[in-house]
């Protein structure tokens, strides 16, 4: 029983200091580096796009573009949200990784959430054309699926250790 509280509270522990620590210092400095650095990098990169900061704190840029017209005139907008990586859903499974020095996962992990995150990147180039027809969400839905399958794995190496 003894064996199994342990196996059971250190992961949690991780997660509820690595949570701690990314609210009070992580998350503050992805703001700044999100308002002075990202968004206006982003506006220059983009430029005949409307972009703006997304609102309540987030780390990333809401790239406006009227994709739905009819006969010429304009029927709506479309929002695509781009974040910064490296977030909170990136923290959890990296963490729990390391602690537990899988490191062969960890540069999976990594090199994965960076492509995943990168890549909506590549469909604002106007050669490919492509954003109108993405779901919005697509990418950061990506995302959480890949955090969870890896802190599966690395809860996983909880009962092998």
């Not at 960890?106 to 990168?118: A, C, D, E, G, N």
Request: a positive charge.
């Amino acid at each position: 029983m003894q064996k199994l509280t342990n196996i059971i509270s250190r992961p949690f522990l991780i997660i509820i200091f690595t949570v701690f620590i990314y609210v009070i210092m992580v998350k503050p400095f992805r703001v700044m580096v999100n308002q002075k650095v990202f968004y206006p990098v982003m506006s220059e990169i983009f430029s005949g796009y409307d972009i703006i900061p997304a609102p309540n704190k987030s780390t990333a840029v809401v790239i406006k573009h009227k994709s739905i017209t009819r006969e010429g005139t304009e029927v709506g907008h479309r929002d695509f949200w781009f974040s910064l990586p490296f977030g909170g859903f990136f923290i959890i499974p990296f963490v729990l990784l390391v602690y537990y020095r899988n490191w062969k996962r960890v540069k999976q992990f990594t090199v994965y959430h960076v492509i995943i995150s990168l890549l909506p990147l590549l469909f604002f180039l106007p050669v490919l054309n492509i954003h109108p027809m993405l779901p919005t969400g697509i990418f950061q839905k990506l995302n959480i699926v890949l955090c969870f399958v890896y802190t599966v794995l690395g809860l996983k190496n909880v009962s092998q250790n």
